[in-house]
T-cell receptor, first 113, second 110 residues
């Protein structure tokens, strides 16, 4: 069964910490995405990547960075965690073609205290 | 810019009754439309998609969706809802990336 795996289901971090969220896909997909999900706001795109070492800002990139050194792995980095970054983070991947949807990971619920 | 709107935050139905979750879209060109479902504390699961062809699309778990170009709508439907269909549903449209609606919470009461 094809998969997108997020390394942690739940994380609790302190304000100011550097936080790494890891995502791995086994489908050889070109595209990978990071979203955050908040009640009433739906899914908001943070960053995405079309290929190894390539990244593009999404709708809310402030306070985040990403890394894609290998095709299967896409990391989201919170440079200095803040309480307003408490959220559910969802990773997804897809083939390049637009007629395909995304495959999502199970999500990481991050709490910053 | 492409976008979708889900006009209802919540939909409540009795088990066995028909379920409809509404979605309207705005795109330039031909739309690629998707429905996803999310159960509590889980990622999103693909239900169905419209790319081209028949306006009635059938998907997973007995769901279907009707594409209506003149009304720019893509409503999700199920003829007979189950309690287990209670979840959060997202409509989405894609060109180079997926843009999601805000989501509709469906509650099916026994």
């Amino acid at each position: 069964d094809v998969k997108v795996t997020q390394s942690s289901r739940y994380l609790v971090k302190r304000t100011g910490e550097k936080v790494f969220l890891e995502c791995v896909q086994d489908m050889d997909h070109e595209n990978m995405f990071w979203y955050r999900q908040d009640p009433g706001l739906g899914l908001r795109l943070i960053y995405f990547s079309y290929d190894v070492k390539m990244k593009e800002k999404g709708d809310i990139p402030e306070g985040y960075s990403v890394s894609r050194e290998k095709k299967e792995r896409f990391s989201l980095i919170l440079e200095s965690a803040s309480t307003n970054q408490t959220s559910m983070y969802l990773c997804a991947s897809s083939p390049r073609e637009a007629n395909y949807g995304y495959t999502f990971g199970s999500g990481t619920r991050l709490t910053v205290v | 810019a492409q976008s979708v709107a889900q006009p209802e935050d919540q939909v409540n139905v009795a088990e066995g009754n028909p379920l409809t979750v509404k979605c309207t879209y705005s795109v330039s060109g031909n739309p690629y439309l998707f429905w996803y479902v999310q159960y509590p504390n889980r990622g999103l699961q693909f239900l169905l998609k419209y790319i081209t062809g028949d306006n009635l699309v059938k998907g997973s778990y007995g769901f279907e969706a009707e594409f209506n170009k003149s009304q720019t709508s893509f409503h999700l439907k199920k003829p007979s809802a189950l309690v287990s269909d209670s979840a959060l549903y997202f409509c989405a449209v894609r060109d180079y990336k997926l843009s999601f609606g805000a989501g509709t919470t469906v509650t099916v009461r026994a």
